[in-house]
Structure formats: C-alpha cells, structure tokens
C-alpha cells in the first residue's frame, strides 16, 4: 500500500522542491518574490524555468501552459510543447524565463465585455508565483493572472491577489494600533466545500438537457424523492467510494487537501470539503477539484454534474465559502481570545465584517448571482436572497450590551469593560446551530453559504476582501488618534453594532416571516439574477473599488455586461434545447403512442362492437389533450426566443427572466405529465427515478 504522505503533491512544484531543485540564491530571489510581492529577474526566472521543465520532464510531461481564468468562470489553457528543433531532425526541450513569466494567448475568444471593441483584441498571461505550478496529465501549468493588452483585467485571479493585498494592508495598519508591530501580513484564509451529483454516464448521453444546459429541463418527480432523509451521511454505494478514493488520489498529488466526503442530502449527491488555505491557492485549488470531479467520473461510467440544480423537486447543488484573515504570526483574527486586548481586537474586525455586509449586501449578492443559482436561492435548500449575517445568541447579547453602553454581558453577568476584562469564552458549539444563514460566524471563521456549486470561490472573495478593507479603513482614521485607545475601541464597537444590527438575524432565514421581517428592516432582496447585476454600476459601488485599486469603471462595466450576457446565454441555450426536446423527442413519443393508442381502439372495437374501451379512449383523451396543451406552449416560447433579439445588455437579462423563463415552466407542466401517463418503454430520455435511484 502507497502512503499518502509520501506521493502527497509529488505533482507540484512547491517549497520542497523548490528549495531542492533551484541554487540558493534563486531560491531567496524567488521567495521574495513570493512573499513581498518583488518583480522577478529574468536571470533568475531563466533558473527557475530550466529548473520547473527538467522537474516536469523527469515527470512525464511534454508540454507547458500557462493556466488562466478567464470569465468564463471555468480555467483556460493553450499547451505548447518544450521541443525545439536542433541538428540532425532530433529536438532538444527547452523552457525560458520569458516563457514562464509571460504568454500572450489571442483574447478575442473570451469574454471581455465590450473592452475588446475598445482597446487591443491581444491579451497576455503573467505569472502568479504566489500559486505553485503543477502537473496535471503531460503538461506542466503553471497558473497565471490575465490582462488585456492595455491592462485591463480579463480574469478572477488578478483581482483576488489585489484584494488580498488591500484587505492585508489595511488590517496591518489596525494591528499597529493594538500594539502589534510585528505583523508584516495578514493572509485571507479560505476553504470551499463542493457538493455535486454523480448520475450513471449511459443515463447523461441520452439527456440533451444535461448535455447543453448542465441541467434537467424536462422530467417528472420520481416516486421517492429525498423526504425519507435516507441519504444523508448514508453509507457509501462501492462504485462511489471507489470514485472518491480516486478522486482524493488524483487531489492530493496535486497538492490539495481533500479532507471530507459524505453523501448529501438528496439522492445521488455527495460533498467534498478540503482543509483551508490560502485564499488564491484555495480558488485555483478549487477549480482544479472540479475539473478532476468530471474527468474521474467518466473513467467510472459516471457524469459528474456541478449545476446548482439539476433536477427539479429534489435540492439542488451549493457551495460554502469559508473566509477568514490570519496573521504572518499565525493569529486568526476572527479566534475569540482569552485576554482583553485580544477581545477587543476579535470584537473591532467582528464588528467591521458586520458593517461591510450591511454596507454592501449587494456586492455579496452578486458574488453569488448566477442563472443556475437563481433555482435554489430562496427555495428551501439554500439561503434567500436576503443578505443577513448570524452570530449566535453570545456574541450577540456581547454586542448588544456593548451598543447600549452597558457594563454587565455575557453568561456570566459579570460586570466588565470591554478592553480591561476577560470576555466571556465563546464555546463553538453554540455558534452554528443554524444552517439556513446565507453568511454565518462560526466560531473563528465565516460561511457565506450562498454561493453555487459551479461557481468560481473568486468573487465572493474579492467582495469580502474589499468591503471590509474599506471599513477597516475607516476604524483606522477614527482611531489612530484616540486619546484613551481603550475607550474609543469599545465606543466604536459599540456605534458600529448599533448602526448595523438590521443585518444580524439569528433565526430561521428559510421562513417567510424572515422575508417580511427584513423587508422592515430595510435589507436588500435582490430576488433574480438580473436584478442583483443592475446594482453593479452604482456609484458607491464603482467608487469602492475605484479607492482600492481592485477595478476601474472600465473593468466594472465590463463584467458587468459578461455577466448580464451570461445570463442571457445560458437562459438562451436552455430556452433552445427546451424547444428542440419537445418537438424532436416529446411531441413524436406522445404522438406516437396516441396513434397506437386510437389504432387499437378502431381494431378492437371492429372486433368487439358491443365494448366500450373506456381505459384506452380516456388514456387517448388525456394525451390528445396535453399534446396540444404542450404545442401550443413550445410556439409560444419559439416566438419569445426570436422576439429577444430586440433586446441587449441589462434588458435582454430581464428578458429572459421575466418572459422565457416562466413560458419555459409552461412548456413543462404538459410534457412532465405526459411522462407519466405514455408507455415507458417509449419515453425518449432516462426519468428521474432512472437517474437518482438506479446506480
Ligand atoms: P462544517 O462547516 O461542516 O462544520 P468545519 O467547520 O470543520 O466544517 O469546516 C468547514 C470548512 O471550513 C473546511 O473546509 C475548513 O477547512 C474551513 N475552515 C476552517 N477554519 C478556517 C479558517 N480559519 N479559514 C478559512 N476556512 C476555514
Ligand atoms: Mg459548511
């Protein structure tokens, strides 16, 4: 038997090997690089190429790339092989500096939002050395941000690691007014937890639906869905733990800490969580993890599939961003401490995470904005739309008592002062009872929970860090000349609490009341896609991360029309593939049996004149009727797809939110009851029974 710890990211280039492979004062040049951010020698990247390549080579690998991620969402790579010609027909392999730090692959094919029109069609790829090269099949990737040729950011990476930086630079400067000098960073710390479904590969290649749009547009509830709870934390069927085993295989030689599966809720859906790291790692981690998802299913007869809701009834599929910031001295500044400087000091960042999500509840909303998202938010599975954040009863009657000025809090009533006593600890396992809070404090970190299963953790990231930079800025200005620091500490706590508590609830947010509730409060609920994406371009929006460096009004606007056009596209698509399995599938399946059907019928009663053939005519009534019904729907929708084309950006988005998406729930009504009443042995596609309960 292999140990894990000895071929665990036997595929990365990472410190190890670094230190191993590169002389030492490479090795230093680089790791300055890493760690402060230092621009690369060419010398130095020549030493690090040729060490990387012989590395990947002895490897097995013939290739290299540079490993993006464009807007698409999902991760981009062009390979290009080390050989270069050399005498007599044979090749020597080669890998450059130049090439490693820069590639310019032709930007015209990916979303850029209109800044194409605008500037240069060219883009460029630089390397991100924060984030280890690794590889993966024969090739060697090696990750990298992606630009525009004028500059403009065309990818999720470059403004995470600018995000990353403002939210270290800014909570450093408040570490300095505790008396924390020594602290020279403070890293963002994530880890996302991955649910998705397996269904059996046979099943998914008959399925149109799934193929084009990732997700079921047609098909009736099977008889048991997911209400016995029966596969919750159920025991692992052996063709899917065979696959998680090879899946962990696959993850840890590349490095990533996969650390949990389960099964989840509904039939056929599994989790994966892995332990935090790194902010960029994680997402580049992440990708990775979902790349790998799909590819091993296949080689187990498997579809892996990561919508956010593929089957109507049943939940559908999250995932869970859990954030936190930690210091170069290795403090986790969301850890409640055990002596009051540091329970100030938990209080004061608590505090501004508070006031940043109410301050922006739109941002985050739209971090987690998309088509495939729009199924679950505010179902009973996943978060509303309502931003709110959940505490927990302690922290909250803490804070509380802090807002009103009150010595006493806490369980133990003892009386205190924020900043002289000892907080009272805050056991963990009280503060996450509740699941159903789209953005929780749970314990020493946050769970935003709203995000989707297919989604990049990218962007609830560089909202997250930006918001909060921003607040914690402004603590800055207020405190830095404080006479008694101890006072204005516990004042600000206190102010801030008290200006932002409409967005702490601790109760059920899957409740109705809770929607009402926070309508009063005045809480956002930005219920669609398309209407979060309007708020985008506001002003205070633009202007924040204007004052951060994280976009400028160019890069904000456009992707802001990537993700109105995404929108738009996948609604399309859906709309398309709709049409194209009622008139080519649906329709002749129902016709068909309908005419057997009413051929048996003039047969039979030839045979048999004094019967009545009240099953088979009513049987015929039934389908003749819904046919119809379903015809005259899917016209309806062909008519609303042609009309689109009047309109573009924003209002296309609406478009096909408010006009395609109910005709195309029309449209199933009639073809999801037809399933249940033609022969089966002549439905065109596999039902969901067929999917959910038969691996
Ligand atoms: P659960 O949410 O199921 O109770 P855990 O609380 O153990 O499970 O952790 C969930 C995820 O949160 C894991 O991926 C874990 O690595 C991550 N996590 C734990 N601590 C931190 C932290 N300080 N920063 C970011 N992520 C964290
Ligand atoms: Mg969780």
């Known amino acids: 038997m292999e140990n894990v710890a000895d ?25 300055r690089t890493i760690e402060e951010g230092k621009e690369l020698d060419l010398n130095v990247a020549n030493v690090v190429a040729n060490a990387m390549k012989n590395w990947a080579v002895e490897k097995g690998a013939t290739h290299y790339t540079h490993w993006f991620q464009p807007m698409t969402g999902i991760t981009a790579e062009k390979h290009d092989a080390f ?59 090696i990750p990298t941000a992606f630009c525009s040729y004028s ?46 479904f397996l269904i059996d590969k046979k099943d998914y290649e008959k399925r149109k639906d799934l193929i084009y749009a990732g997700r079921t547009l047609l098909g009736a509830r099977s008889p048991k869905g997911q209400e016995m709870e029966d596969h919750y934390f159920g025991a692992l069927r052996n063709r899917v733990a065979d696959y998680m085993h090879d899946l962990d295989k696959a993850l840890w030689k590349l490095g990533i800490y996969s650390k949990t599966s389960h099964n989840e809720a509904a039939p056929s859906q599994h989790e994966l969580a892995p332990v935090f790291t790194t902010a960029n790692i994680s997402v580049d981690h992440n990708q990775l993890t979902m790349e790998l998802m799909k590819k091993i299913a296949e080689s187990h007869g498997f579809a892996c599939l990561l919508h956010e809701k593929p089957f109507k009834g049943v939940n559908g599929s999250g995932k869970h961003n859990n954030w936190s910031l930690n210091t170069d001295k290795g403090q986790n500044l969301f850890e409640p401490g055990d002596n009051p400087k540091d329970n100030a000091q938990f209080l004061l960042f608590l505090v501004a995470v508070i006031k940043a999500i109410d301050e922006y509840q739109d941002l ?82 946050f769970e935003f929970r709203m995000l989707g299963s297919s989604f990049s953790v990218s962007e ?98 456009s992707r802001y029309e990537i993700l109105n056009e995404e929108y738009a596209k996948t609604v399309h698509i859906e709309a398309l593939t709709l049409i194209d399995m009622i008139n080519r599938q649906v329709l002749p399946a129902s016709e068909g049996y309908a005419t057997k059907l009413a051929d048996g019928i003039c047969s039979k009663k030839a045979a048999c004149p004094h019967l009545r053939f009240d099953a088979e005519i009513g049987q015929l009534e039934k389908i003749s009727v819904l046919t119809d019904e379903l015809y005259e729907a899917v016209n309806e929708l062909q008519l609303a797809t042609e009309e689109a084309e009047a309109y573009e950006g924003s209002a296309l988005a609406h478009y096909y939110r408010e006009k395609v998406l109910p005709l195309m729930e029309k449209v199933r009504k009639p073809a999801d009851e037809l399933e249940l009443v033609v022969d089966q042995s002549v439905w065109p596609y596999p039902t969901y029974g067929e999917m959910l309960f038969y691996i």
């Open 364 to 445: 985050m909303r739209i971090s987690s904005a998309s088509a495939g998202n729009d199924h679950r938010l505010g179902s009973n599975e996943a978060p509303p739309a309502v931003i709110s954040v959940f505490l927990g009863d302690e922290l909250t009657e803490i804070l509380e008592a802090i807002s009103e000025g009150k010595k006493a809090y806490g369980k133990s009533k003892e009386s205190m002062e924020l900043g002289t006593h000892v907080l009272p600890a805050i056991p963990k396992d009280t503060t996450d009872r509740n699941r159903t809070s789209p953005f929780a404090f749970t314990g020493n970190k």
């Open 83 to 141: 050989i270069v010609p050399s005498e007599g027909g044979k090749v020597i392999l080669d890998f450059s500096g130049k090439e490693l730090i820069k590639g310019e692959p032709d930007a015209s094919s990916f979303p850029s939002g209109g800044i194409r029109a605008t500037f240069e069609a060219r883009g460029y790829t630089a390397w991100d050395p924060t984030s280890y090269a690794f590889i993966k099949g024969e090739t060697l990737c």
């Open 151 to 196: 500059g403009e950011i065309l990818d999720k990476k470059t403004p995470l690691l600018r995000s990353m930086d403002v939210i270290s630079k800014e909570a450093v400067k408040i570490l300095r007014l505790f008396g924390r000098d020594d602290v020279k960073r403070v890293t963002t710390t994530v880890g996302a937890e991955q649910e998705y």
């Open 460 to 557: 609830p990231n560089i909202m997250l860090n930006t918001i909060v930079a921003k607040v914690l800025k402004g603590f800055y200005d207020k405190l830095v000349d404080a006479k008694d620091f101890s006072k204005a500490v516990t004042a600000l706590v206190g102010e801030t609490y008290k200006n932002h508590k409409r967005i702490v609830f601790n109760g059920n947010s899957y409740s109705n009341e809770w929607a009402e509730e926070a309508e009063r409060r005045g809480l956002l609920n930005l219920r669609s896609c398309p209407d979060a994406l309007d708020t985008f371009i506001a002003p205070k929006n633009i202007a924040l991360f204007k004052e951060f460096g994280i976009f400028n009004s160019v890069e904000i606007h």
């Open 7 to 31: 071929y665990f990211g036997c595929m990365v280039f990472n410190d190890v090997t670094m230190r191993e492979r590169l002389p030492k004062d490479v090795y230093k040049a680089l790791r």
